[in-house]
């Protein structure tokens, strides 16, 4: 899988030889913070095997918002995910996920209850792109696209917990549980096995035609790391713990061994160094 990561604002966004901060309190600018989870998101997910494709790889990297989703088709990414933070009257507060098409809704929704469990923010929800600020994003020519607002940057407590090192790993690791193992294209067809990586496609919802209303019930209660309560060949969703109160359960199901191959990918492209 090839994820195309975006660190929103930064040099050219806008207008060229221009750095765009993004919105900026108390010192703090959006553009640093998109930047820094942009990294840690980064090396977690290349830890995992993923190929992961930076549209800027600091501030001195031009990056025009029109052109970061042809960056994304450049390099064939599978998913693109943006990073962006809100900002209002300084007590406006929480994360919210944009998305565009309603097959990629339950996966913005994954995407944002993964932050919100990791920093105790206030969720949002998941959006369609029409309900920012904006009726259409440019990043979102490319799809599936999920622009994430972490929280609010004028907001205190929100950007204490965007700054804050240990819940911004937390966080990383839960989004990269997410789009590590689910690729929406194959969300859109679960029986397809990816063999590129050798993961497994996911289905909704445990009550599916081939699991019975008790094995909604253990998946829904024993959905744990260590994959006690699951029944055989179901995996865990890649180590999460998923809570009882979300309508989101997930099933695995096996992909043949022969289809399966070992991560190996060819690293190509300035942006991943």
Aim: glycine share 10%; net charge positive; hydrophobic share 35%.
């Amino acid at each position: 899988m090839t994820i195309i990561l975006d660190p929103g604002h930064g040099m050219a966004n806008r207008r060229a030889g221009v750095f765009d901060p993004g919105a900026v309190s108390n010192g703090i600018r959006e553009a640093d913070v998109a930047m820094d989870w942009t990294n840690g998101l980064r090396s977690i997910l290349r830890a995992k095997g993923c190929t992961v494709i930076r549209t800027r790889k600091d501030h001195a990297d031009p990056a025009p918002v029109g052109q970061r989703a042809a960056i994304a088709r450049r390099f064939s990414g599978s998913i693109m995910i943006s990073f962006h933070c809100n900002a209002a009257d300084g007590k406006a507060n929480g994360t919210e996920t944009f998305y565009r098409g309603s097959e990629n809704k339950a996966v913005a929704a994954a995407i944002n209850e993964a932050v919100v469990e990791s920093l105790g923010t206030r969720s949002r929800g998941a959006k369609t792109e029409s309900q920012s600020q904006h009726a259409r994003l440019a990043i979102m020519s490319f799809q599936p696209c999920f622009l994430i607002e972490l929280g609010f940057i004028d907001h205190p407590g929100d950007r204490a917990k965007m700054l804050d090192p240990r819940l911004r790993r937390l966080a990383c690791e839960a989004i990269a549980r997410t789009s590590h193992w689910l690729d929406p294209r194959d969300h859109r067809n679960p029986r397809r096995c990816d063999h590129r990586i050798g993961h497994y496609p996911l289905e909704h919802d445990a009550r599916s035609p081939r699991s019975s209303g008790s094995d909604h019930r253990r998946a829904q209660g024993r959905h744990r790391a260590d994959g006690q309560g699951l029944r055989p060949g179901w995996l865990p969703l890649a180590g999460a713990v998923i809570p009882q109160k979300s309508p989101r359960f997930w099933r695995a199901r096996n992909c043949p061994n022969g289809q399966r191959s070992a991560s190996e990918h060819i690293l190509i492209g300035l942006r991943q160094l």
